[in-house]
């Protein structure tokens, strides 16, 4: 049987996963507003995968007869100094998320709680995936510094990089 101090921290990470969620939209709004189209659809998506990954944790905590708690997502920051300083955020953000999963795997050994153990596996390999793309992204950002031709050929890498994820997908 599953300990109440897992469950809490199941809780605490489906939580974190939909204030990503929702900072990821936020972002696309911005990025969008100052005319980068390809990071706004790239952010936007990646708002939707936030989304799947919080309702993964959501249907796991239902499957092993506990209750999920929404709690109430934080509001977020909604302007950016620059494209830069936006992925240093993702990137953060996703390093902070990366950490989550890790506390929660060492809980979940730690508890011999096996079968959440397993289930976080997924989510461990998830957040390689998406520190490595982050910090990919960031890379190219900060060779290019504030130029615009730059900007431009990342803002389209950025809407190409959606597009081959969207064919693989159907």
Known sequence: MIKDSMVKKLNQQMNLEFDSASLYLQMSAWCSYKGFEGAAIFLKRHSQEEMQHMQRIFDYLCDIGQQPIV?????????????????????????IVSMEINNLCDLALTEKDFPTFEFLQWYVSEQHE????????????????????????????????NEKIEQHQV
């Open 71 to 95: 709690d109430s997502v934080k509001k977020p920051q909604n302007n950016f100094e620059s494209l830069i300083d936006l992925f240093e955020k993702t990137y953060n953000n996703e390093k």
């Open 130 to 161: 998406e520190e490595k793309l982050f910090k990919s992204i960031l890379d190219k950002l900060n060779l290019v510094g504030s130029s615009g031709e730059g900007l431009f050929l990342v803002d389209k890498e950025l809407k190409d990089i």
